[in-house]
């Protein structure tokens, strides 16, 4: 298993909705932010990939205006 870490509660909750199962979460000590683990696999990248577009497209509908949907 190769791990992959996210700090993004926001897309871990985006991957698990999609069936990626979360191996185990811990706090950063540094940033008092969670770190989550999954496993690194091209399936895993691809729905990164597709959550940074549909980021991009909310943040495009807004044209960057105060109010936006945070993902």
Known sequence: MQP???????????????G????SMKMDINS???IF????SDELL???ETYK???Q???DATNGKSGT???
Request: hydrophobic fraction near 45%; avoid cysteine.
């Open 46 to 48: 691809e729905a990164i």
């Open 20 to 23: 990626f199962v979360l191996h």
């Open 69 to 71: 949907i945070r993902t």
């Open 57 to 59: 497209t909310k943040e």
């Open 4 to 18: 992959f870490y996210i700090k993004s509660q926001r897309l871990a909750g985006f991957l698990m909705m999609r």
């Open 32 to 34: 008092r932010r969670n």
């Open 37 to 40: 683990l999954f496993t690194k």
């Open 53 to 55: 577009q549909i980021k």
